[in-house]
């Protein structure tokens, strides 16, 4: 009979602990992480729930924890770690998961925002090596149909000197190219 | 003095005033800044929230820079940066192997003997002795010192401050002679990357501080991140609107405020780039305090 310890845990809290190092079971529904996050009004479940579907690894669970909008309204404050008193290290698994949920096409739709600013972010820095923030209006507005608000913000930070016109480039854009081809890409086709 | 820097994105973009006042600073009271040589973007929110070995690639490549320039300490103010770094730096030291991955990755070798610093750190240790003797001002107004989050979580990696309810600031602003309030959000979430992407959150999380503040008198508040600044001085109309009142108490940065105690000019302060108007004036003249000496003759005669 094979060693219930040597097989491979396929659960998504199984994956949870061997990326990030952070055991669900050691939760034990407490709720303090719950009650301090800035977002859980906003979440379809907060972070002590989400743990919880992840202690019962009932696939049906796993798929809701996958789908949620919470993992991507995680702001990764830090306030639930702060004051969990079993330290279940939260936000670097909410990271994994985001990465999981995206990586499986399973992103809920309410973050399609935040997910194009996450990429249009990136995208930016891919190019040049450094941020480029009229740039990443523009991208970031192109790719989602919020147009207005910033838009109006835009020539107010521009007489501020907060906008600058042209990027700055970075010299060795090869590598930073490089580091985004080993990583990133290499995981989303 | 020669200090290693890594401005950031913020600091040379929408937050250039943050960047203004702390070379204003430096070079008043005599330190080299260096910023690291062809330094890249840290990769923020975007990164970490979509790939981790993204996420600690871009910061090691900086940190690489930095020890290959001969770089043994380095400033970094943004605090969003400078959490990204340390975080990087914890979990290089502590995963060999995802230590070689990156350094395969970023085609370059990080030793990991650098020491961060957060602007905070850098003030303790390079600036407030210098205070006393370069005051022109005293900054004698209320004001309210708010940290945010990544200058005091995670703990266990910054093992900065306290988490709940920290000082360091205060110390620093009641050594320019203000009077740094006790309040309720010191360390609450002011809504951090998601400025364009979930601005209505940001009106929330940011109003509230900002309503808490005001309410019990602060004159200003005082922030040393970029983030919590263009939250809670650019998205001042969608606080306004979760308040349901207009609120005008303007945002400073920490080094905004020693500058103007030093007397440096408001302009290369940057303080003219704000959205919310810094009225802050009538500073009173700092007269330094006399130093009491000791009675030595009698510490002889005993
Ligand atoms: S604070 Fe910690 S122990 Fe309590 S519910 Fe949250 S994760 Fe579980
Ligand atoms: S890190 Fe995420 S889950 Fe934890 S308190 Fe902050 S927003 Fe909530």
Redesign the pocket.
């Known amino acids: 009979m094979s060693n219930p310890h040597h097989t491979e845990d396929n659960s998504l809290a199984g994956k949870v602990q061997k990326h990030t190092g952070v055991k669900v079971s050691?939760?034990?529904?407490?709720?303090?992480?719950?009650a301090g996050c800035p977002v859980s009004s906003d979440m379809d479940f907060p972070?002590?729930l989400l743990?919880r579907k992840l202690q019962t690894g009932f696939p049906k669970h796993e798929e809701e924890v996958l789908r949620s909008k919470s993992i991507w309204f995680c702001l990764t404050c830090e306030m639930?770690i702060a004051?969990?008193?079993?330290?279940?290290d939260?936000p670097p698994m909410i990271d994994y998961l985001r990465g999981e949920s995206m990586r499986l096409n399973k992103a809920n739709p309410a973050a399609k925002n935040i997910i194009r600013f996450h990429k249009a972010f990136l995208n930016s820095i891919q190019k040049t090596g450094r941020l480029y923030e009229m740039g990443l209006i523009v991208d970031y507005k192109s790719r989602s149909l919020n147009m207005v608000q910033d838009v109006v913000l835009a020539p107010s930070m521009f007489a501020k000197g907060k906008l600058k016109i042209l990027p700055e480039l970075i010299k060795d854009r090869k590598n930073i190219k490089q580091i985004f081809q080993k990583t990133l890409k290499n995981k989303h086709k | 003095m020669k200090l290693g820097f890594y401005p950031g994105c913020s600091l040379e973009g929408a937050s250039r005033e943050y960047n203004e006042s702390v070379q204003a600073v430096a070079e008043k009271l005599g330190i080299e800044l260096v910023s690291i040589p062809d330094w890249n973007c840290c990769g923020a929110t975007a990164a970490h929230n979509l790939d981790k070995e993204l996420s600690l690639s871009l910061p090691a490549r900086n940190l690489a820079l930095a020890e290959e320039a001969g770089l043994t300490e380095l400033v970094v103010p943004c605090a969003a940066c400078y959490s990204r770094f340390t975080v990087t730096q914890h979990e290089l030291l502590h995963d060999n192997a995802m230590h070689k991955k990156v350094n395969e990755i970023i085609g370059k070798e990080y030793k990991g003997t650098l020491r961060i610093l957060n602007v905070i750190q850098f003030i303790e240790e390079y600036i407030i002795d210098k205070l006393e003797d370069n005051m022109k001002f005293e900054i004698n107004k209320k004001v309210a010192c708010y940290y945010g989050c990544l200058l005091v979580r995670p703990n266990k990696i910054l093992n900065f401050d306290r988490t709940e309810d920290p000082q360091t600031m205060d110390v620093v602003m009641k050594k320019l002679g203000a009077d740094s309030i006790d309040w309720a959000f010191k360390t609450e979430c002011c809504g951090a990357g998601f400025s364009v992407s979930f601005t209505e959150a940001v009106g929330r999380l940011s109003g509230k501080i900002i309503e808490d503040a005001s309410h019990r008198g602060a004159e200003a508040l005082v922030v040393a991140c970029p983030m919590c600044h263009s939250n809670l001085d650019m998205r001042r109309p969608a606080m306004d609107k979760y308040n349901g009142k207009k609120i005008d108490t303007p945002v400073i940065y920490i080094t905004q405020a020693i500058g103007l105690a030093l007397g440096i000019d408001r302009k290369k302060l940057g303080l003219n780039r704000h959205f919310v108007p810094v009225k802050l004036d009538n500073f009173k003249p700092y007269v330094k305090k006399e130093v009491v000496v000791e009675n030595t003759q009698i510490m002889e005669e005993i």
């Open positions: 050691r939760c034990y529904q407490c709720g303090k992480c719950s972070p002590s743990i639930c004051r969990c008193p079993m330290e279940v939260i």
